[in-house]
């Protein structure tokens, strides 16, 4: 299983991006695809997820901001950024776990595969 993450880069606050996540190796749309992040110095964060069956979750600090999408056709997994602030910068990583169950889906430990990782920074 590889996870490709990509479109990370410098925004100002209030910017957009979107980054994204291509799969492979595995049966994508069977997998719960999530995004972290980890800040300099600090632990590694739930962002957001979308399960197999097209819901959605999300972070209380991301909420009304971050939309989770995906792409079964093309393995992909997005997640637009909207309204930036300067406490979103972060490497931003995608995970991939197949069995994990919704009461764990905010736990990294939980999660079998995992991206590289992309770099967001946001100035202010």
């Known amino acids: 299983v590889q996870l490709q993450a990509s479109g990370g880069g410098l925004v100002q606050a209030g910017g957009s991006l979107r980054l994204s996540c291509a799969a492979s190796?595995?049966?994508?749309?069977?997998?719960?695809m999530a995004w972290f992040r980890q800040a300099p110095g600090k632990e590694r964060e739930f962002v957001s997820c979308?399960?197999?069956?097209?819901?959605?979750y999300y972070a209380d600090s991301v909420k009304g901001r971050f939309t989770v999408s995906r792409d079964n056709t093309k393995n992909i997994v997005y997640l637009q950024m909207n309204s930036l602030k300067p406490e979103d910068t972060s490497v931003y990583y995608c995970?991939?776990?197949?069995?994990?169950?919704?009461?764990?889906?905010?736990?990294?430990?939980?999660?079998?595969?995992w991206g590289q990782g992309t770099q967001v920074t946001v100035s202010s």
């Open positions: 995970a991939a776990d197949r069995e994990i169950i919704l009461s764990s889906i905010r736990a990294s430990d939980q999660y079998d595969y």
């Open positions: 979308i399960r197999y069956n097209g819901a959605t």
């Open positions: 190796g595995l049966t994508f749309s069977r997998y719960t």
